[in-house]
Protein backbone atom coordinates (compact mmCIF):
# COMPACT_ATOMS: atom_id res chain seq x y z
CA UNK A 1 0.00 0.00 0.00
CA UNK A 2 1.43 3.38 -0.72
CA UNK A 3 1.19 6.58 1.05
CA UNK A 4 -1.73 7.90 -1.70
CA UNK A 5 -3.80 4.71 -0.95
CA UNK A 6 -3.60 5.30 2.89
CA UNK A 7 -4.50 8.72 2.69
CA UNK A 8 -7.56 8.37 0.66
CA UNK A 9 -8.79 5.25 2.10
CA UNK A 10 -11.62 4.81 3.44
CA UNK A 11 -11.54 6.40 6.94
CA UNK A 12 -8.68 7.89 6.11
CA UNK A 13 -7.15 11.66 6.80
CA UNK A 14 -8.69 12.45 3.42
CA UNK A 15 -11.87 11.82 4.57
CA UNK A 16 -11.82 13.19 7.45
CA UNK A 17 -10.14 16.76 6.27
CA UNK A 18 -13.49 16.69 3.66
CA UNK A 19 -15.74 16.15 6.56
CA UNK A 20 -14.17 18.76 8.60
CA UNK A 21 -14.61 21.30 5.96
CA UNK A 22 -17.95 20.63 5.24
CA UNK A 23 -18.98 20.31 8.49
CA UNK A 24 -17.09 24.36 8.84
CA UNK A 25 -19.52 25.49 5.41
CA UNK A 26 -22.56 24.00 7.56
CA UNK A 27 -21.94 26.17 10.45
CA UNK A 28 -20.58 29.12 8.77
CA UNK A 29 -23.82 28.86 6.65
CA UNK A 30 -26.19 28.43 9.73
CA UNK A 31 -24.69 31.59 10.71
CA UNK A 32 -24.96 33.70 8.27
CA UNK A 33 -28.68 32.39 8.06
CA UNK A 34 -28.92 33.27 11.89
CA UNK A 35 -27.73 36.87 10.76
CA UNK A 36 -30.09 37.38 7.86
CA UNK A 37 -33.06 35.66 10.10
CA UNK A 38 -34.68 39.27 9.96
CA UNK A 39 -34.48 40.40 6.74
CA UNK A 40 -37.67 38.41 4.97
CA UNK A 41 -37.45 35.24 2.69
CA UNK A 42 -35.12 36.48 -0.30
CA UNK A 43 -33.24 34.24 -3.44
CA UNK A 44 -30.15 34.70 -1.20
CA UNK A 45 -31.60 33.14 2.39
CA UNK A 46 -32.86 30.56 0.23
CA UNK A 47 -29.64 29.82 -0.92
CA UNK A 48 -27.80 30.06 2.16
CA UNK A 49 -30.53 27.28 3.37
CA UNK A 50 -29.89 24.83 0.83
CA UNK A 51 -26.10 25.05 0.97
CA UNK A 52 -26.40 24.51 4.29
CA UNK A 53 -28.70 21.44 3.73
CA UNK A 54 -26.39 20.11 1.01
CA UNK A 55 -22.97 20.26 3.56
CA UNK A 56 -24.80 18.85 5.93
CA UNK A 57 -25.72 15.79 4.23
CA UNK A 58 -22.70 15.36 2.94
CA UNK A 59 -20.92 15.70 5.50
CA UNK A 60 -22.53 13.16 7.43
CA UNK A 61 -21.80 11.41 4.01
CA UNK A 62 -18.59 11.35 4.32
CA UNK A 63 -18.26 9.58 7.29
CA UNK A 64 -21.08 7.30 6.72
CA UNK A 65 -22.98 9.02 9.74
CA UNK A 66 -20.89 7.46 12.58
CA UNK A 67 -21.98 3.86 11.07
CA UNK A 68 -18.66 2.32 11.16
CA UNK A 69 -17.31 4.52 13.99
CA UNK A 70 -20.20 3.88 16.62
CA UNK A 71 -20.84 0.65 15.19
CA UNK A 72 -24.45 0.94 14.63
CA UNK A 73 -25.82 -0.16 11.75
CA UNK A 74 -23.92 -2.84 10.96
CA UNK A 75 -24.33 -6.46 11.21
Known amino acids: M ?3 DWFRSEDGPL ?3 QFI ?3 FAFYYSCVVLWKRR ?3 LSKKWLAWLILAIICFFVAGEEISWGE ?3 GFGLD
Open 2 to 4: TWF
Open 15 to 17: EWI
Open 21 to 23: AFS
Open 38 to 40: HGG
Open 68 to 70: RIT
